[in-house]
């Protein structure tokens, strides 16, 4: 179990439509005024991450979308401890770009930029920008070399790189993003659940982000992650894992929120998501792209986030998570249905109880139970 306290990240509402797609009343905005006034909350309720979401262009109820950069750096601005990772697309930007706009932002926010890795699954958005749509490896492939750019450009002078999808000659970043202790430049994190996803994860992100999943499903990821690293011979990325979180003061209420959830779900949009995520990653090498497992119900919240089981008390929950942390997660990252609320209840009801049960473990290891 790892030694450090469990950390939390939620993913940041600049997306319409809140985090599940369903017609049941979910009191969150998509707006700047509220997504600030959620900033200061969550970290004062325990959070070190936000997450801005990427879309560019309306989708499966999703109408309308703040840039995720410029909208990361807005929060860091009204923040003054959360770390805020701004999603982006490979194919979309230049490595060399983005490594000035991070290297900017870091500086103006004292070190708390980070970047989370996109490769990408809405065909539809680079189409419709005249960019070309590459198939599921070949995304990754993409993804890595951008890691690599961008990594290169945030720490060496004179930087080289001559690679099929991008090319850095002689290319010098002054200044150079803030480096401390254990952080040599911004924090590079990446997502997916495939095979290629796990492999470049392994060789080249410092945290590797996965959709939600039970017990068996993040241990088998974990491992395939670690086994890729250990190839390429450096240290295994941290773990983060996707759960969206219905914490209520019984159980029995917070199974009828879930079941209200997916009653009410748009079913039109749903079923459009699944086809379209399905299609970038039926292209996978050995057919184990994300969401091809998942079901109906799991895309109503569209990174699986039912499936890894936050639903109860926040007695329930605070084991569930410390299970997961058992396993080697490093980071939850949640989504909520009411944000404001519901990000300070986690603060007061559920948080205690994790760090309670973090403190146990660490005196008595079969204190906590394996699989909450």
């Given amino acids: 179990m790892p ?43 325990g959070f070190d991450y936000a997450l801005t979401q990427v879309r560019y262009m309306a989708s499966y109820g999703a109408e309308y979308q703040h840039e995720s950069t410029s909208f990361s750096l807005a929060l860091l601005l009204a923040t003054r401890r959360l770390k805020v990772i701004a999603a982006v697309h490979p194919g979309l930007w230049h490595p060399g770009v983005l490594a000035k706009l991070g290297a900017t932002a870091d500086h103006l926010s004292h070190g708390r930029f980070a970047v989370n890795v996109v490769s990408g699954w809405f065909k539809d958005e680079f189409t419709a920008l005249g960019e070309p749509w590459l198939e599921h490896d070949e995304r990754y492939r993409r993804a890595e ?9 945030w720490t060496e002078d004179h930087a080289e790189l001559a690679g099929d999808f991008y090319r850095v000659r002689d290319f010098s970043l002054k200044p150079k993003p803030l480096a401390t202790t254990g952080r040599p430049h911004p924090e590079i994190f990446q997502g997916g ?37 250990s190839l390429a011979g450096r240290r295994p990325p941290k773990f983060g894992l ?28 749903v079923e459009g998501f699944g086809a379209a995520v399905r299609q970038a990653g039926r292209s996978t090498a050995d057919g184990k792209g994300m969401w091809q497992d998942s079901t109906f119900a799991d895309l109503v919240q569209y990174n699986d ?49 994790v760090r309670e049960l973090e403190a146990a473990d660490r005196t008595d290891p079969a204190s906590v139970p394996a699989h909450a």
Avoid: C
Avoid at 312 to 340: M, N, Q, S
């Fill in 193 to 229: 659940n495939s095979t290629a996803a796990r492999a470049m994860a392994g060789r080249v992100s410092d945290w590797y982000f996965s959709n939600g999943r039970d017990f068996e499903g993040v241990t088998e990821q974990i491992a395939d992650v670690r086994r890729s690293a």
């Fill in 145 to 153: 070399e951008f890691i690599r750019a961008l990594r290169t450009v």
């Fill in 242 to 269: 996707n759960g969206f979180l219905i914490a209520r003061d019984t159980e029995e209420e917070a199974r009828e929120t879930l079941r209200e959830i997916v009653a009410k779900a748009d079913t039109e949009a």
């Fill in 305 to 353: 986030g039912f499936r890894t089981g936050l639903i109860g008390t926040p007695e329930r929950i605070a084991e569930r998570i410390v299970a997961y942390k058992r396993l080697g997660v490093d980071l939850l990252l949640l989504g909520f249905l009411h944000y404001h609320e519901e990000v300070e209840y986690f603060g007061r009801r559920v948080l205690p109880l």
């Fill in 3 to 45: 030694a450090d306290p469990l950390k939390f990240a939620y993913w940041v509402p600049n997306v319409s439509g809140g985090l599940v797609t369903s017609r049941i009343e979910q009191r969150t905005d998509w707006g700047y005024e509220y997504n600030r006034e959620l900033a200061v909350l969550a970290e004062d309720n």
